[in-house]
């Protein structure tokens, strides 16, 4: 509906973009900030690796709640969400089980080396689109907030970007996981290794 709007009347979009509350533009110049910092290497401490996923996560929560929760059907979006996130993550590991070349987790400080990578600002602008988009053809048909098959394709394309983020997050993770089995063998012990991927 929404894409056969602007095509046929591509006026719209501008009436779309100014009746967007100023707090949205605010929303996506932090998220874009905070992708556009994934782009290059950096050190992270491990709890901020693992809290932009799980920011993420709520994100997506809120955007199926907000958007099928007054309608009283969010339950089924939310299971099928989760479901598509576990297969995602699932497949995103089976296909690259080790951290991307380059990333250290130094278990002293606990602190990660991450190399640049433009796959966080991908993830996070399709989940900022995503509820976006979803908030505008809401806001166009609001029977939709009513429509299962709708609310199932939402809450799926959130649940593939949510299964990415969680199978980064799994790969530091594991990252973490070695260094804590390095630092209790016998024979590292004495040495301080610190692990790598």
Known sequence: MLLNLLVQQPQMLGRIIENTPYWVWALLAGLLWLGGSQLLARNVSLVRAMAMPVAMIGLSVFGIASAFGGAGQALLPVVAWLLTAVLIASVALWLQPAAPQGTLYEGRSRCFYIPGSA???????????????????????????????????????????????????????????????????????????????
């Not at 991908?122 to 976006?132: E, P, Q, R, S, V």
């Not at 970007?161 to 594991?174: D, I, M, P, Q, V």
């Open 119 to 197: 796959m966080p600002l991908a993830l996070i602008l399709g989940i900022f689109l995503t509820k976006y988009l979803v908030g505008v053809e809401l806001a166009l048909q609001p029977a939709l907030a009513r429509d299962s098959g709708f609310a199932l394709q939402i809450a799926a394309l959130y649940g593939v970007f949510n299964g990415l983020f969680a199978a980064r997050s799994l790969r530091l993770w594991k990252l973490v996981q070695r260094s804590a089995l390095l630092a209790t063998s016998p024979v590292t012990a004495s040495t301080n290794t610190s692990a790598t991927a």
